[in-house]
């Protein structure tokens, strides 16, 4: 099974920082590779996917990219609503497998 | 517009069985794979199953052998039949096509005596 390792488990950070969370894959993934953002309570939901492109609606602060083992999401200016957990996700593969989750915390 | 909405969750003894349904509108559901994803409480996302537009099914290590993923083009609706349940099987269970943007909003299945 491919397994995907998230850092940082978790991180502070303020309105307007710059941000970055990395997610490696044990095996080249190409850019089978998605990021999904929940909020407690709340459905999961797909910021990013094929490892760069934007989901419609999604603000475009946010960003992926990376291909093969590695990939990271960038949120370039932080806003009060980003605050979650963030989770990466791997279909290059059955079974498809989720990183472990970052949570983001002011 | 795209819903999915899940139903048959519920309490459930260790060793029990469930059966979970995702009925689906708004989209060609015989072009499409579906999943099921569970949520333990406080705990990440897991991917659980899934069924392609062909019918060929997949499942995560944990639950093979005791689960098990169908659909039914005709109702528009995809199963999933949870056989010897364990406490760890304790979790919201959430339908989603082919992991985009489209999810239900989960249903919840406990495990316990």
């Known amino acids: 099974d491919i397994q995907m390792t998230q850092s940082p488990s978790a991180m502070s950070a303020s309105v307007g920082d710059r941000v970055t969370i990395t997610c490696r894959a044990s095996?080249?993934?190409?850019?089978?590779f998605a990021w999904f953002q929940q909020k407690p309570g709340k459905v999961p939901k797909r910021l990013i996917y094929g490892a760069s492109r934007l989901q419609s609606g999604v603000p475009s602060r946010f960003t992926g990219s990376g291909s093969g083992t590695e990939f990271t999401l960038t949120i370039s200016s932080l806003q009060p609503e980003d605050f979650a957990t963030y989770y990466c996700l791997q279909h290059r593969n059955y079974p498809y497998t989720f990183g472990q989750g970052t949570k983001l915390e002011i | 517009e795209v819903q999915l909405v899940e139903s048959g969750g519920g309490l459930v003894k260790p060793g029990g069985s469930l059966r979970l349904s995702c009925a689906a509108s708004?989209?060609?559901?015989?072009?499409?794979?579906l999943s099921w994803v569970r949520q333990a409480p406080g705990k990440g996302l897991e991917w659980v199953s899934a069924i392609s537009s062909s019918g060929y099914s997949y499942y995560a290590g944990s639950v093979e052998g005791r689960f098990t993923i169908s659909r039914d083009n005709a109702k528009n609706s995809v199963f999933l039949q949870m056989n010897s349940l364990r406490a760890e099987d304790t979790a919201v269970y959430y339908c989603?096509?082919?992991?985009?943007?489209?999810w239900g909003q989960g249903t919840l299945v406990t495990v316990s005596s």
């Open positions: 095996q080249d993934i190409s850019t089978y």
């Open positions: 708004g989209f060609s559901f015989s072009h499409y794979d």
């Open positions: 989603a096509r082919e992991l985009g943007p489209d």
